[in-house]
């Protein structure tokens, strides 16, 4: 006779030896106090300007004609400036992402120049070139009468210059992120590269697209510098929201906070628009 076969077991791993779940165990007091002053240091500013909101007066505020005509124009301006910046944007990125051609890295520390350039240095360039007597101005009012600057079409044409980088990093993002071979599967089908960007390349990328243009007209909508610069600060022509919030704090600071938490709001929209983007957690 056989004795019975008795099942082996694996033995328990000793408790030493198990590794501890991520971010479990004491926080270093060295890099806490630091972390809790840079959380209070974004923070409290914020929260100042909601306790010190008034918020009984803010229909009233917020009713009135200057602030009506601001928040139309910055969201119109917003508007068509993410507009241009997609029809200009998604090609350059594409570019960008999926040729090879020399000079590419220059081209791409151009294009996010506008990323690291004080706005109002963007705002005196754009002068410079679509002025009166600029480079391209001056040829473009003698032939056919239109001026740029302290213009509605100004205004869009400095939100567009500041806003455009974060739509082009963000779709070439995208697009490097993509499987080519998709592409290249529909050209083997006989398809063109303008078809296969059509049909195959966007809908890849319409997620980064989408969070490109929202990340756009945000920018867009919070520009001041270059837009007081190209476009000045003209009611219910060239004054956005930001230059209302300026022009304000001079002789109604409660106006300005009531403009403020209106940027406020959009700005944490945005935020929960793109949350499962960039906030989730792996």
């Known amino acids: 006779m056989t004795r019975a ?14 590794r501890r779940p991520r971010g479990s165990g004491r926080v270093p007091a060295a890099l ?5 002053l840079g959380l209070a240091f974004l923070v409290l500013p914020l929260l100042g300007l909601l306790v010190r909101a008034p918020w009984s007066a803010l229909p009233e505020l917020l009713t009135g004609t200057e602030v009506w005509q601001a928040l139309r124009l910055s969201l119109l301006s917003a508007t068509l400036a993410t507009g241009v910046a997609l029809v200009l944007g ?7 992402a999926r040729t090879e051609f020399p000079g590419r890295r220059l081209v791409r520390a ?3 120049l506008p990323l690291v350039l004080p706005p109002v240095v963007g705002g005196v360039a754009l002068l410079l070139v679509l002025g009166r007597n600029g480079i391209l101005g001056r040829w473009l009012d003698d032939w056919t009468g239109i001026t740029l ?7 869009v044409i400095a939100e567009a210059f500041v806003a455009m980088p974060f739509l082009v990093i963000s779709v070439e993002g995208a ?17 063109s590269r303008l078809t296969a960007f059509r049909r195959v390349t966007l809908p890849l990328v319409a997620p980064g697209i989408g969070a490109g243009a929202v990340l756009a007209w945000a920018r867009a909508l919070g520009e001041f510098g270059a837009t007081i610069t190209f476009a000045g600060n003209f009611p219910g022509r060239t004054q956005t929201m930001p230059l209302a919030v300026y022009l304000a704090m001079e002789s109604d600071p409660e106006a300005a906070i009531a403009l403020s938490l209106i940027l406020l709001t959009v700005s944490i929209a ?11 957690t792996p």
């Open 32 to 36: 806490l106090l630091p972390a809790l």
């Open 90 to 96: 998604v090609p350059l990125a594409w570019l960008l």
């Open 270 to 280: 945005v935020l929960a628009g793109l949350r499962d983007r960039w906030m989730s």
């Open 110 to 112: 151009l294009v996010t």
């Open 175 to 191: 697009l490097r992120a993509a499987d080519p071979r998709y592409e290249e599967a529909a050209a083997t089908l006989g398809a």
């Open 149 to 155: 600057p302290f213009t509605t079409t100004g205004v």
């Open 5 to 18: 076969s008795t099942p082996r077991t694996t033995p328990a791993p000793h408790p030493r030896g198990r």
